[in-house]
């Protein structure tokens, strides 16, 4: 059964930085492609980052780039994204998700099916 669950959520001023994790179990982290979404109330869920499955490459919407880096340590099962910079324009549920096929990050920020397997989410706010 797989299982995604997301920590490091919180309160954190602007220009400040968080450290989200994504503890994965029922699969393995550089087996599948990982990737962080998140929705900020009254607006559409927005893919955020991926880190692929095949040689661990990472893609960036152009709103986090610079700013955000994925990572992932296999012998945790874990995926990251260290978040810096922190705007209040990046207040949302932050969520991991990720297909139940080996596929490629190439559609994770188009396509709404892309993922099969969500965790529970986990809020940042940023606010002075």
């Known amino acids: 059964q797989v299982q995604l669950v997301e920590s490091g959520g919180g309160l954190v001023q602007p220009g400040g930085s968080l450290r989200l994790s994504c503890a994965a179990s029922g699969l393995a982290v550089d087996y599948q492609s990982i990737a962080w979404f998140r929705q900020a109330p009254g607006k559409e869920r927005e893919g955020v980052s991926c880190i692929s499955n095949r040689d661990g490459t990472a893609d960036y919407a152009a709103s986090v780039k610079g700013r955000f880096t994925i990572s992932r340590d296999n012998a945790k099962n874990t995926v990251y994204l260290q978040m810096n910079s922190l705007k209040p324009e990046d207040t949302a549920v932050y969520y991991c998700?990720?297909?139940?096929?080996?596929?490629?990050?190439?559609?994770?920020?188009?396509?709404?099916?892309?993922?099969?397997?969500w965790g529970q989410g986990t809020q940042v706010t940023v606010s002075s």
């Open positions: 998700a990720t297909p139940q096929a080996a596929v490629s990050c190439m559609y994770y920020s188009n396509r709404r099916n892309w993922a099969d397997y």
